[in-house]
């Protein structure tokens, strides 16, 4: 790989629920319009902006572009909506005009998801993967639904979000990702379930019936709790997903769910038929997770951060030794009950992005550029944050809450949060790319647009490197606290 590509590749992550107000208030910008924030405004990190876009929506959550620039967004229990954008630049840029409805279904509650060529669109309900032909001249579905995939279960059943997926890489391959139906669900330990596993279906061939979830598909992994975050790498199309954790952790007699287990950013290998050890295989869940403070875990020898190591009372069965060989560990760890609701990797590789509702806030973790997070399996501060709530005594209720992420064609973040019906815009106020390695990602300046992974459109504006600090990111981990959601 390319070594100019090396030193530009992030992910972004949204996480929901909790923060700490250590950094300034966003600037105001001078836009021609304005919408103030329902809530307190974002803290948002130094060099990076971030703006109301619009507002009133209800339950915004997945959110995807189409090939007119407009966001397709799906209001949870509603339907889809398409909010078209001004062609304001940088992040000036606001919803105008109507919301207008392009599907109007409540089942549908989260993913959401275009074909490459923009022209079928794949939204999911608790039980199933739908698709419409969708004319994005006209901003509505031009069919009425077909079932693409079924069989994933029902409204009741705990965990309903089924994140889509629309692999770049491998054509037609759509990931659909199912959580588990309780906060410890023994269903997930028999893989014909289908229960908390991420499975992949090639949508380019499906005909009259639809995919049967737990039957067919190319199964990425099991016993993953609820991953409600997928996405694929773009240089080497490896997939990776963050998955919510269980709350409520005991360990041999002692409650350590404060800060145990840590919330996980797994990887799945590839879609192209090149085989890895991690695909397909366990991931622990419900037997077996990964350590966040080490220092909490009774009996913790040999674990480190990330380490997988078993739940409840060790036994013959049951135990860390079983844990750490037949389990495939995570990539990286992150705080626990953080709730990664996303992740988005930039379009060249530099950049991925998670959310999740403990955090409640926007996060980005570097990547190399060949496919791999910067940061060891074992640290502790990988995440760094953009985006945040300034006053997390004041979440849930007077808190913004990512719910969804998705990058425009030059470069922007937007960021849907479902609780104050917003959607966001995250800008580097230097004009670069979101989506490059900007001075808060703790990198040094992207190199010039060389190699691999190319910078975004705006990309050429390449950050001042300023050093970050860090010690000041793992200071808002250490604060976080038990708030489980979703
Ligand atoms: C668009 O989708 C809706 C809901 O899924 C359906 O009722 C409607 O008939 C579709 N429109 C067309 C033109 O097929
Ligand atoms: C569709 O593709 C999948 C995976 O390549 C294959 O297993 C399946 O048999 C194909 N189905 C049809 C109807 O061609
Ligand atoms: C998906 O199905 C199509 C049509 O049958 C086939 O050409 C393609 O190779 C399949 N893709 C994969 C990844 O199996
Ligand atoms: C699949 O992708 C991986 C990673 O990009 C690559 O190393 C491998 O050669 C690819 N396999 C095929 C069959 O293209
Ligand atoms: C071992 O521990 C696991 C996890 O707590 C539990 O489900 C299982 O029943 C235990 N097995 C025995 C034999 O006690
Ligand atoms: C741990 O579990 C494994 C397999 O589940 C078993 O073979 C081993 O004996 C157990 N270790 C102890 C110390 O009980
Ligand atoms: C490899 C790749 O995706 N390159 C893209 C990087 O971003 C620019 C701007 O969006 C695109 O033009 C490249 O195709």
Not at 165 to 188: C, F, H, T
Request: some cysteine.
């Amino acid at each position: 790989m390319a070594a100019a590509a090396s030193l530009n590749l992030i992910i972004a992550i949204i996480i929901c629920c909790i923060g700490r107000g250590t950094r300034a208030q966003s600037a105001a910008a001078p836009c021609a319009s304005t919408l103030a924030p329902k809530n307190a405004a974002p803290s948002v990190a130094p060099g990076w902006s971030a703006q109301v876009v619009a507002s009133g929506l209800q339950k915004p959550r997945g959110m995807v572009f189409d090939t007119r620039g407009h966001l397709l967004v799906v209001q949870q229990g509603v339907g889809i909506a398409r909010v078209r954008l001004s062609a304001e630049k940088g992040a000036c840029v606001r919803a105008e005009g109507e919301v207008a409805d392009v599907v109007a279904d409540e089942r549908l509650n989260h993913g959401v998801e275009l074909a490459a060529d923009g022209r079928t669109l794949y939204a999911s309900s608790a039980g199933a993967v739908y698709a419409w032909d969708y004319d994005a001249d006209e901003g509505r579905n031009s069919s009425g639904p077909r079932e693409v995939v079924n069989g994933m279960g029902d409204p009741e059943d705990g965990h309903v979000t089924r994140t889509l997926l629309m692999s770049r890489r491998v054509e037609g391959m759509l990931l659909v990702s199912r959580g588990s139906m309780a906060n410890l669900d023994p269903a997930a330990q028999d893989i014909s379930t289908g229960v908390s596993t991420i499975k992949a279906f090639n949508v380019s061939n499906v005909t009259d019936s639809p995919y049967r979830y737990t039957e067919d598909g190319v199964l990425l992994g099991w016993g993953l709790r609820n991953s409600v975050g997928i996405a694929e790498e773009p240089v080497t199309g490896g997939i990776y997903s963050v998955e919510n954790s269980v709350d409520n952790f005991e360990r041999e007699g002692v409650n350590i769910h404060q800060n145990n287990p840590g919330e996980e950013m797994n990887f799945h290998g590839y879609l192209n038929g090149t085989e890895t050890a991690e695909q397909g295989g366990n991931y622990g869940y419900p037997s077996c997770y990964a350590a966040w403070d080490v220092g909490e875990i009774p009996q913790s020898e040999n674990v480190q951060v990330g380490t997988q190591f078993a739940i409840g009372d060790q036994n013959a069965t049951v135990n860390d030794t079983f844990c750490r060989d037949g389990h495939v560990a995570p990539r990286l760890t992150f705080a626990a009950h953080m709730a990664p609701l996303d992740m988005k990797f930039n379009g060249n590789g530099t950049a991925a992005n998670r959310d999740s509702p403990i955090g409640y806030k926007l996060s980005v973790i570097p990547f190399d550029g060949a496919g791999s997070p910067t940061a060891a399996s074992t640290s502790n501060t990988a995440a760094l944050d953009i985006v945040s709530n300034a006053d997390l005594s004041r979440c849930p209720d007077s808190c913004f809450r990512p719910a969804g992420l998705a990058w425009d064609g030059q470069g922007r973040l937007f960021m849907s949060s479902d609780t104050t019906g917003e959607i966001y815009v995250v800008v580097r106020e230097d004009g670069g790319s979101a989506n490059e390695a900007g001075p808060s990602s703790g990198l040094p300046s992207p190199p010039s647009s060389t190699g691999a992974a190319p910078s975004g459109p705006s990309g050429a504006a390449v950050g001042k490197g300023e050093v970050v600090d860090v010690a000041r990111f793992a200071a808002v981990w250490a604060g976080i606290m038990a708030l489980p959601l979703l």
